[in-house]
């Protein structure tokens, strides 16, 4: 199950429907979300918190994986990376997140700057780097991926993105 925590998002980037979204920006209240897992658990292996927004926004982010893997469900994420700091990031791994998904999309900072517009590339790829060392030094079980969504502005860099994924792996071994 898809669970919109917030529709906010810092970048425009030109693969996301995000600047077609015609409702209000906001984000989920706690009673809602609790409502939905209790209703949903009994049948629910994975809730992903993410759809058209920056889910790192949100005040109570910890709060609600917790909830949710209080009733037993699994729960992941997906992040542009550009709020994922050691605050963040040890919010995500102390709070039993199972599933990250982390876009950064390029090799380059040129690539970056027209796919994730509005990013900084060199601060993203600190931000992640930051992870991964932390989440090698506390105890997790979370699986944690760098993505590249492929289309014609990045195809050139599949294979750098690739070398550069395998440093992310070995960041990550325990």
Known sequence: MKIELTNYCNLACPMCPHPQMRRPVG????????????EAAPYLEFAYLHHLGESLVVRRLGEFIRYGRSRGVAMGLSTNATFLDAGKSRLLLDSGLDFLVISLDAASPDTYARIRVGGDYAATLANIRQFFALKRQLPNAMTAVVQMIVMESNRHEIETFAREGGAFRRLDAH
Request: hydrophobic share 50%.
């Open 27 to 38: 984000s989920m209240r706690p009673a809602l979300f609790r409502k939905i897992i209790d």
